[in-house]
């Protein structure tokens, strides 16, 4: 049962323009929400972060919202750039420290 | 450059071999995990070590034998794999009972012959 899920497999924005990113999850006990970046041959990197408590964190270009009615996060970059063209991940934790990722959502920025 | 490190970045062996996967980190912190990920799945948690006692293992087959000697060594060891065993594991660590990321290694890309 996946309790994580990324519905667009892959996204693709022109240069300069903003990707969003979404994930949808089910279980009402997760309390911390990321979202990882990776590229081919590498372990995913952490971009950013949002604890259930709050509904908007921003660090540079990079923005995650959390709506927890919906239980629904996205992630918003803006404006791409073609180095940020990779496979997005999603993921959320819960309190007994376990880590619940979705299966990806590639991004390919266009020069 | 990462703070997890883990060894060999590549492996293949055959279905009766045993070999062993090593990951060390060096981040101070005290929660250590296994990942499988496998094409067009989502990374799949295969054990968790919180201040090295095993706490999670998923029902991952026993031919996965995790190993956790102190907080910042991890070890899988693996024997009578299977080729749909084939697929990148993963090593990350954490700090346990706070809100902050896991730091992932770049994997061993293990396949089974």
């Known amino acids: 049962d996946q309790q994580v899920k990324q519905n667009s497999p892959s996204l693709s924005v022109q240069e300069g323009r903003i990707s969003i990113l979404n994930c949808d999850y089910t279980n009402s006990m997760f309390d911390y929400f990321l979202w990882y970046k990776k590229y081919p041959a590498e372990g995913p990197t952490f971009l950013i972060s949002i604890s259930s408590i709050k509904d908007k964190n921003e660090d540079g270009r990079f923005t995650v919202f959390l709506n927890k009615s919906a239980k629904h996060l996205s992630l918003h970059i803006v404006p791409s750039q073609p180095g940020d063209s990779a496979v997005y991940f999603c993921?959320?934790?819960?309190?007994?420290?376990?880590?619940?990722f979705g299966t990806g959502t590639s991004l390919t920025v266009i020069p | 450059e990462t703070g997890v490190t883990q060894t060999p970045r590549h492996l293949v062996m055959g279905m009766t071999n045993k070999k062993s996967l090593k990951c060390e980190q060096h981040l101070g912190h005290n929660a250590m995990y296994w990942y499988k990920q496998s094409a067009k799945k989502p990374l799949e948690l295969m054990f968790v070590?919180?201040?090295?006692?095993?706490?999670e293992n998923n029902s991952v087959p026993s031919r996965f034998s995790p190993e956790c000697p102190n907080s910042s060594h991890l070890f899988l060891h693996l024997h009578t794999l299977q080729p749909e065993d084939s697929a990148l594991y993963l090593c990350a660590s954490s700090q346990a009972l706070t809100n902050s990321p896991l730091h992932f290694g770049n994997g061993t890309r293990l396949t089974v012959t």
């Open positions: 070590y919180n201040f090295k006692e095993q706490t």
């Open positions: 993921a959320a934790k819960n309190t007994g420290n376990q880590f619940y």
